[in-house]
């Protein structure tokens, strides 16, 4: 399901024709050359398109409005090898919508020393054609990132890889469209917001569905297709009857197979990538969708609980943003639940009632099934695990009223310090950065919910950038944060933000 286009990134680089067609010739073979080996690298998700050099108003404004047009192009890396007057880009500039990375590189890492003359200085300048460059790009206050450095250095190949990933983000934002099958959990406040904003900051298509519509759909699904992923799930998973009748144990199993079939397919008819429900408005469902929605969520549907559309657009889109990362730790919806607050060893207890994507899980993965105090349905079946330990960043997107934030805690996630044998939900424990006491008061001031769209695999950098990209306001909470400053950063945010 998660299929992200094979997307390109176009190279283009920057010159003029003052120096003869010797340097520009060079400059072209230069390029290539880079774009080569950096497809070469091994360290970039996407490929590098090599384009013409650019060198006229016309040819940049042109060369712009086709990467506008070209629905597989996800961005575009700029670097002038030579001196390139900026004010020949304004008018592409202005006409750019695709993310802009500026790569200020250079073809040679040394100075030659021993053969270094005039021509060499005029044909390799990025040290101060790349300044005019970006004189203009700020003055145009054009959101774009910069990543300098020897481009065959694989710190700066990581970089740009690491650019490409949020540059997909931007672009894909706009194709992600959210199911709700359920409104918002009644008088609760956080997971609330203004659709219509979200739809114009971030291009999500928020649209509601009566939950029987769905319902249907989960009825429609034969009993062969369900027995057939119930053996898939038999295969895959531990089965922890706790004392449950096998048969009785297994047809609760089968709800969840049938609303897995039933929901995928009503999503798929519709177009939707990302979904929510609410425990307490199940329709005609006989079980809320518990280990339904985990499967789909590994399969890279967004989801939000209790109707929080915005936690299921932001898991959809940090899972497009890790699509295909070799070795990916995972990414999911958590919910803050309880503190350990022990001193030396204090963090979060992160769950949900149910739903909690099992990309995430270390080691065993198992089926339990057990009654839930909310909602008023049979007892649901849901995947239950422990996850992997590192880093890792929640995000929580919110809804001030005039605007959005993103808040992005970096956080350090680890093993429980015991088994929980009791607890029937897959867990994450972690404690914030730079420690839960001011973690959780920076979270708190910043207004962050208990819902939060969480991966191992994008860094706070890629989450900032994306949210600079959309317009939005972003604060970090990481190991450089001090309640002093980051009440600084919530002031300035008031001050640059609500008067957008
Ligand atoms: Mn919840």
Redesign the pocket.
Same mark, same amino acid.
């Given at each position: 399901m998660l299929a992200v286009k094979n997307y390109k990134f176009w190279f283009c680089v920057g010159s003029q024709d003052l120096y003869g067609d010797e340097c520009l010739a060079n400059v072209a073979a230069h390029a290539k050359e880079i774009v080569e080996k950096l497809n070469a690298s091994g360290k970039l998700p996407f490929e590098v398109e090599w384009r013409p050099t650019l060198i006229t108003n016309e040819l940049i404004r042109k060369t712009f409005n086709e990467a506008n047009n070209d629905e597989n192009c996800a961005g575009v890396i700029v670097w002038c090898h030579t001196f390139s007057p900026a004010k020949s880009w304004i008018l592409g500039l202005k006409e750019l919508r695709k993310p802009l990375l500026h790569l200020h590189t250079q073809y040679n890492e040394e100075i030659p020393y021993d053969s270094i003359d005039m021509d060499f200085m005029n044909e390799n300048q990025a040290a101060h054609g790349d300044r005019e460059w970006g004189h203009i790009v700020s003055r145009m206050g054009i959101e774009r990132k910069v990543v300098v450095g020897y481009w065959a250095d694989p710190v700066v190949q990581e970089k740009i890889g690491s650019w490409m990933r949020t540059a997909v983000g931007v672009v894909e934002s706009s194709h992600i469209r959210v199911m709700r099958v359920a409104d918002n959990m009644r008088n609760v406040a956080v997971t609330e917001g203004d659709k219509v904003e979200a739809q114009i900051k971030f291009g999500w298509e928020v649209d509601a569905y009566p939950v029987n519509e769905i319902a249907k759909s989960v009825e429609a699904v034969s009993q062969s297709d369900t027995n057939a992923l119930v053996d898939e799930y038999y295969e895959k998973y531990d089965i922890l009857l706790e004392g449950r009748d096998p048969e009785e144990f297994k047809k609760h199993v089968a709800v969840q197979a049938q609303i897995e079939l039933g929901f995928e397919r009503f999503l798929e008819e519709k177009n939707y990538q990302a979904i929510v429900t609410h425990f307490g408005d199940l329709g005609s469902l006989k079980q809320l969708p518990g280990l339904a929605i985990q499967r789909l969520m590994e399969k890279g549907y967004g989801f939000g609980? !209790?109707g929080?559309w915005k936690v299921a657009a932001m898991v959809r889109l940090m899972k497009i943003m890790t699509t295909g990362i070799k070795n990916a730790k995972g990414t999911s919806m958590l !919910?803050d639940y309880t503190y350990n607050l022990v001193k030396g060893k204090e963090g979060i207890l992160e769950a *949900?009632?149910l739903e909690i994507c099992p990309t995430i899980a270390d080691g065993p993965i198992s089926i339990k099934c057990q009654p839930l105090s909310m909602g008023d349905r049979e007892d649901p079946a849901r995947l239950v695990f422990t996850s992997k330990e590192g880093q890792g960043i929640a995000t929580s997107l919110i809804d001030l009223g005039d605007r959005f934030r993103l808040i992005i805690n970096t956080v350090d996630c680890k093993k429980n310090e015991k088994p929980m044998p009791k607890l029937p939900t897959a867990t994450n424990f972690w404690t914030p950065q730079p420690d839960l006491y001011t973690g959780a008061e920076a979270w708190i001031l910043a207004g962050g919910a *208990? *819902?939060t769209a969480f991966s191992y695999d994008l860094t706070a950098e890629q989450m900032g950038d994306w949210a600079a990209a959309m317009g939005i306001e972003a604060v970090y909470i990481d190991n450089d944060t001090t309640i002093r400053n980051f009440k600084r950063d919530l002031m300035l945010g008031d001050v640059v933000y609500s008067r957008r």
């Open positions: 609980a !209790e929080d !919910e *949900h009632m *208990h *819902h």
